[in-house]
């Protein structure tokens, strides 16, 4: 709404009525969205949907999380649904696995906002060590969230320089060792209470409008965001957050990193722990057919 998008929003949830009251009196300030509430029926004209609910809330038990999910996709997919699906849950490179295997639909129209936030963060943090704005700082999380995500550094710049040249020049300023804190803070952002521990509700929102735009748009932006692969990065099929061309339908295409040694070790690690819990979740499922 902020960004005023001509574009028409129907929210879908349990408890909406306040909300939809606030959001429409600040209408009021931003009259091209426009803003109503329904339920699942309204999916089947949708552009996209946009799924937030937390699978995991009431329980970690997996099968009974992708058995909530299940449930939502179903319920979306009789409406005659063929839309692009944004998922922004907690694991939601696991989610996107799930609504791929459930709904059917073409895997670039399933992307997970994955480490989209992380590799905001990221930036933001290399800018104030580097001292530049964050828009001159490309570098990436990839994998997936919060301790999951992987630094890559030996692909990361600043103003088209190397991180790692920085460092070669002057090892008494710049070093992995000063780095790592970045990284660790990301980690242990999960134990930080806010907002009575909902975490990110303020960036996550934002970074679900840039999303939309880009999509919406057609801006062929790349994003680290989660994304369908097969034999790349490490994984045989599944999704994971990496750098992706990102576009009005969907995931246009992915761009290929070369990583060091220790970087490849690190996405191993990641790759194995996203397959068992993508497994977990469907133990009665087996190999890799889709809309069951």
Not at 258 to 282: C, F, I, M, P, R
Request: contains cysteine; charged residues 20%.
């Amino acid at each position: 709404m902020n960004q005023q998008l001509n574009v028409e929003v129907c929210l879908i949830a349990d408890k909406k009525a306040p909300v939809l009251k606030d959001i429409g009196y600040s209408a009021y300030f931003r009259p091209k969205t426009a803003l109503t509430s329904g339920g699942m029926a309204e999916c089947r004209n949708a552009s996209m949907i946009v799924f937030t609910h937390d699978p995991f809330v009431n329980d970690e038990n997996m099968q009974q999380a992708s058995s909530v999910v299940r449930r939502f996709v179903n319920q979306w997919m009789e409406t005659g649904f063929q839309g692009i699906c944004v998922i922004a849950t907690p694991q939601s490179e696991v989610v996107a696995h799930w609504i791929m295997k459930f709904s059917g639909l073409a895997a670039e129209k399933i992307i997970a906002l994955g480490t989209m936030l992380d590799t905001a963060f990221l930036q933001w943090e290399l800018g104030r060590y580097f001292q530049v704005n964050a828009k001159n700082v490309h570098a990436y999380m990839i994998g997936s969230t919060l301790e999951k995500g992987v630094p890559v550094w030996s692909r990361a710049y600043i103003g088209g320089r190397p991180i790692l040249s920085y460092m070669m020049d002057d090892p008494d300023r710049y070093s992995f060792e000063k780095l790592q804190p970045i990284v660790t803070q990301m980690q242990e952002l999960p134990s930080e209470p806010l907002a009575e521990n909902r975490l990110f509700d303020y960036s996550i929102a934002l970074a679900l409008v840039e999303l939309t735009r880009i999509i919406l748009g057609d801006e062929r932006m790349i994003l680290t965001v989660g994304v369908y692969v097969q034999d790349k990065f490490g994984m045989a099929s599944g999704f994971i957050s990496i750098p992706a061309v990102i576009g009005a339908t969907g995931v246009k295409t992915t761009i290929p990193l070369t990583l060091s040694d220790s970087e490849q070790k690190q996405l191993a690690t990641v790759v194995k722990a996203l397959e068992e819990d993508v497994q977990a979740g469907l133990p009665n499922e087996g190999g890799t057919k889709r809309g069951v």
